[in-house]
């Protein structure tokens, strides 16, 4: 592999995996996750206070502390990448947080459907990329979605409760459900595809098999998203 090239995969030599091009990459990639998890531990923090039960509110609360405690791992990595997570971060706050103005959940069970569509794209989205990366950055991202009561089984139990509980409500999150995935797949192309995959990813493939993918990897995304909704008993 050419000194300017990310590695394609796991375990690649040293001297690829210390050039600048995969440096710059790995700085933006680790900036969107690091902002992604501040923007979750904030909306977390902000929405448990509607939660209709005091066990919903600490649930939701636990889990903001999840992840900001992630946002301070990701930040250390960056640290030790020698990159200001801040300087980091600061490419992606505009678009994600147009991203989230117009997402704008009516209720609380709106929330936890963001929270569980949104959370769950993005963690498929780090873990096919995760692939790729050098051996340390790949055991972070592993660990930062495997981790013991991950969100998205919290969520997804609270979810399927709240459905049986009023069978009305299905209709509405299956509706919400789709504008979401729509609006998360929309962010990730802007967000990650446009800006972090040339400076990684593409540089070390040909168009067209880069082209090809990007289109397998969004088709894996809403293959995900489908199976989620039916296991929920609503429809993609």
């Given at each position: 592999?050419?000194?300017?090239?990310?590695?394609?995969?796991?375990?690649?030599?040293?001297?690829?995996?210390?050039?600048?091009?995969?440096?710059?990459?790995?700085?933006?990639?680790?900036?969107?996750?690091?902002?992604?998890?501040?923007?979750?531990?904030?909306?977390?923090?902000?929405?448990?206070?509607?939660?209709?039960?005091?066990?919903?509110?600490?649930?939701?609360?636990?889990?903001?502390?999840?992840?900001?405690?992630?946002?301070?791992?990701?930040?250390?990595?960056?640290?030790?990448?020698?990159a200001d997570p801040e300087t980091?971060?600061?490419?992606?706050?505009?678009?994600?947080d147009a991203f989230h103005d117009?997402?704008?959940?009516?209720?609380?069970?709106?929330?936890?459907?963001?929270?569980?569509?949104?959370?769950?794209?993005?963690?498929?989205?780090?873990?096919?990329?995760?692939?790729?990366?050098?051996?340390?950055?790949?055991?972070?991202?592993?660990?930062?979605?495997?981790?013991?009561?991950?969100?998205?089984?919290?969520?997804?139990?609270?979810?399927?409760?709240?459905?049986?509980?009023?069978?009305?409500?299905?209709?509405?999150?299956?509706?919400?459900?789709?504008?979401?995935?729509?609006?998360?797949?929309?962010?990730?192309?802007?967000?990650?595809?446009?800006?972090?995959?040339?400076?990684?990813?593409?540089?070390?493939?040909?168009?067209?098999?880069?082209?090809?993918?990007?289109?397998?990897?969004?088709?894996?995304?809403?293959?995900?998203?489908?199976?989620?909704?039916?296991?929920?008993?609503?429809?993609?």
């Open positions: 592999m050419s000194e300017n090239k990310p590695p394609a995969a796991s375990g690649q030599g040293s001297a690829a995996v210390t050039s600048p091009a995969y440096q710059q990459f790995l700085t933006d990639l680790f900036g969107v996750i690091a902002y992604g998890e501040l923007s979750a531990f904030e909306r977390m923090s902000s929405d448990a206070r509607f939660s209709p039960t005091l066990h919903d509110r600490a649930t939701l609360g636990r889990l903001a502390v999840r992840e900001y405690a992630h946002f301070e791992r990701v930040s250390r990595h960056l640290e030790g990448l020698g980091a971060m600061a490419p992606f706050q505009q678009s994600v117009r997402t704008r959940p009516g209720d609380w069970y709106e929330s936890l459907m963001k929270f569980y569509v949104t959370d769950a794209i993005s963690d498929d989205f780090y873990a096919a990329l995760g692939s790729r990366l050098d051996p340390e950055s790949s055991a972070l991202i592993s660990s930062l979605h495997g981790s013991s009561e991950a969100p998205g089984e919290v969520l997804f139990d609270r979810l399927q409760r709240s459905l049986k509980d009023d069978p009305r409500l299905a209709s509405r999150l299956a509706l919400w459900g789709r504008r979401l995935v729509g609006e998360a797949l929309t962010q990730a192309q802007r967000v990650v595809i446009e800006r972090t995959f040339p400076k990684g990813l593409a540089d070390a493939l040909s168009g067209e098999e880069y082209d090809a993918q990007v289109r397998d990897l969004f088709s894996q995304l809403t293959r995900n998203h489908s199976r989620r909704m039916s296991l929920l008993g609503l429809t993609a």
